[in-house]
């Protein structure tokens, strides 16, 4: 099966919608950006995750410990079928985080996010956020 490709210039709109709708805090809205069996790596973990679930869960793990968590991008490229992003993102630790109860701290890191897009969706996507910063505003 071949997948067709799109413009790198219409990649970057749909990078840019779906983290509109990570922003509003939408995660039904966000699948629709997404295959559904899209591959996700992330920086932490020693083997990629699969689908759509997956990466639903990590949304609600992400809001429900964030509520108000923003992505906000600071640089955008892409070409051929990758995106490349830098984001901020901000929020206040609000609900427990990997066993860290809330502090209602204020917290921002940065993240370094890679995507490959086909047939108009998300299929791939590499995060490597900074963790480091973020647990030690926990703290």
């Not at 759509?52 to 923003?70: I, K, N, V, Y």
Request: aromatic residues 8%; glycine residues 6%; proline residues 5%.
């Amino acid at each position: 099966m071949t997948s067709e490709t799109t413009s790198p210039a219409a990649n970057i709109e749909l990078l840019r919608a779906a983290f509109a709708a990570f922003n509003a805090g939408d995660a039904d809205a966000c699948m629709a950006f997404t295959a559904r069996d899209m591959i996700i790596n992330l920086a932490e973990l020693p083997e990629p995750q699969q689908g759509q679930q997956t990466w639903r869960e990590g949304f609600e793990m992400m809001r429900q410990a964030f509520p108000d968590l923003h992505a906000h991008i600071e640089d955008i490229v892409a070409a051929d079928d990758r995106v490349a992003l830098r984001l901020r993102f901000r929020g206040t630790h609000s609900g427990e985080f990997l066993g860290i109860p809330p502090t209602g701290n204020p917290i921002e890191y940065v993240s370094h996010e890679f995507y490959r897009v086909a047939d108009g969706l998300i299929a791939e996507e590499w995060i490597c956020s900074d963790m480091a910063t973020l647990l030690r505003q926990l703290g």
